[in-house]
Structures are given as C-alpha cells and as structure tokens.
C-alpha cells in the first residue's frame, strides 16, 4: 500500500499495557502518557483509570491540548477486581455494572469517544444463562452511556479457555451477542485483538468475517499459545519477534488486508487501529512500541 496509514486508520496506543505499572491508574501516570501525546506517530491513545482527582485533571488538560482521539478501556477495570459482568450471582453482576458505569463517567471526564469493556468467565452449564446476563448488562451499560452523551461503546473479544476464559469469545457466539445488543443500542460495536485471534483457535478470516459488520476497533498485537511452559504464554502481548510468538510481519498484514477487504479501513472515515503490546520482564516500553511501529510499517508496506 502506498497511500500513507492515516488516510485508512487512526493508529493508537494502549497506553496502560504499554506501561502496564499504571494499569490500576496508580504510578506514572501523567508522565507515560505525556510520552504517548509527544509522539506523533499516534493519533489515539486508549487509557484506563486514573485513580487520583487532581492527576485526573491534569491529564484530561493534556488530553485536551493533544489533538489526540481519546478511548477508555474498562477491561483493567473488571480484570484486577475480579468482576464479572455474567456473573450468575445478581450481587457480583451488580458490582460490575456499577464499577463499568464508574468508568464511564471517568471517561466522559476525559474526553473519551469510546468506551470498551470484556465479558467474564462462565460454566459451561450456565453458559446460556451467562449469555443473557451478558446482554442484560450491556444493554444497561449503552442506555447508560447514552443517557450521558454519544461515547460508543465497544466489548473486547477474548479467549474463552486459556487465559482470561471469558464468555465472549468464539465468532459465532460473539456474532450471536453483537447482534442481540445492536437490537437496541446502535452505538454498540464488538473490538477484534490480532493478538487474541489464536487464543481462541480461529484464523483471522474465521475471526473476522462472521462479525464483519460489528467490528468498531481493532487492537494489533502478539501472543504465545504453543505450550504453556514458554515464557509469556498467553495473553500477555509480548512485542512482535518475540520466541514462539504467533504474530509479526506477515500476520499482520494479512489482518490489514481482510481489515481492508471487509471495509473497516476506509478513507471516508479512518477507524481506530491501536497497538497493544507490553514489556516481558525488563524489555524497555520505549523500544516495544518502536518495535510495534516498524512492524506496521512494513506490514502495511506489503498490504
């Protein structure tokens, strides 16, 4: 592709799992997003909590000041808390919504335009009745969100029986859960991670193509899933090149090309492309996400 990546995606950093000492919005908060705005490479970044009010503040006044599109992730939110917006337990479903409804306001406060989640974990006995919860959930959530402006709102897809083992999911049932959501919430969409793709045992096409028309954000990234016993086995999001990791160069582009083929990379309206990457051990977050950016370079060189 010759035409430069802005004209089809806006790309962006996950911010929080590139610095992941601030994923429960405590430590360098404003210091690792501020390197995120200085970078001109990016046109969004995606944050989660940030804990303290008055460094609150002076990150939204960064924010603002950035030019930057703004999107928070509540995942962080559910994942270090344990809770679970399926839970079959009425009091857990309870506590969820009302932590993810805390986010949104969060993120209204600070500018975002989109707000994503993730479902929980389930038994296989009571899958279908976790799958109802689920929407009833989501169905308050969008109301929710609505009621306070137009953010859109988005749940991350993940893998349902290796790591996080969430409920959403496989294709078909992530289909399923979008369409019944859509039913009443039009500002709701599914986001599709590279990285997750074979965590759940599905090419990219057999990912994709069923949810085509649901998918609202992309994440890019890596992962390990050939034996539990290599380092960053999992959803850990190592860097591209990582050992036995399942993504670089040539998967990417091929996630860039059914992107395209399926019209979510469009020039009318360029969507969000985010990295999601992480440091393993003592790697250093400035030269993963340099990493990350020759590795798209040169993917969508080949697209």
Known sequence: MNAPLCNYMKVGLVHFMAFPETMKGEGPVLETI???????????????????????????????????????????????????LNDTNEEGRQRALANVKEGIDEAYELGARGYSFLSGKYDEARKEEAFALLVKSTNEICAYAKSKGDMKISLEVFDYDVDKKSLIGPADLALRYAQEVRKEHDHFGLMVDLSHIPLIHETIEESLLPVKDYITHAHIGNCVVKSPDMPAYGDVHPRFGFPNGENDVTEVTRYLKVLLDIGYLTTENPPIVSFEVKPFGDEDPDVVIANAKRTLNEAWARV
Do not use: C, W
Request: aromatic share 6%.
């Open 34 to 84: 501020k390197k995120v705005v200085l970078d001109d490479y990016f046109t969004v970044i995606e944050i989660t909590t940030v804990k303290d009010l008055a460094v609150r503040r002076k990150v939204k006044s960064l924010l603002e000041s950035s030019h930057m599109t703004v999107a928070y992730a509540a995942q962080p939110r559910l994942l270090t808390t344990g809770l679970n």
